[in-house]
Nanobody, 122 residues
């Protein structure tokens, strides 16, 4: 059974930083691309960043320079470091796994975590 478990969210003041983790089990992690998505109330789910199995990365334009995605294949974990948090970053953040190369389309991802809430106060 595949499980993706996110952690690291919380309440933070604007300008602060957080590091999200997503621990994967039940899959050959090294074969999967990983993505971080977010969904704010009343808004569509949007891709924040993605990383291929071999390490190439993609970032949405709105997060470039503030977010850093990385992965540790021996630990079956993907990370998202977020700096200079803004109130508009408030959302539930989900990690997702897709065999092969990453995609910008959420429906291409086969496995999802339960999400972790980030709330940024102004």
């Amino acid at each position: 059974q595949v499980q993706l478990v996110e952690s690291g969210g919380g309440l933070v003041q604007a300008g602060g930083s957080l590091r999200l983790s997503c621990a994967a089990s039940g899959l050959a992690f090294g074969r999967y691309a990983m993505g971080w998505y977010r969904q704010a109330p009343g808004k569509e789910r949007e891709l924040v960043a993605a990383i291929a199995s071999f390490g190439s990365t993609y970032y949405a334009d709105f997060v470039k320079g503030r977010f850093t995605i990385s992965r540790d294949n021996p630990k079956n974990t993907v990370y998202l470091e977020i700096d200079s948090l803004k109130p508009e970053d408030t959302a539930v953040y989900y990690c997702a796994a897709k065999i092969g190369y990453f995609s910008r389309n959420w429906y291409d991802y086969e496995h999802w975590g339960q999400g972790t809430q980030i709330t940024v106060s102004s």
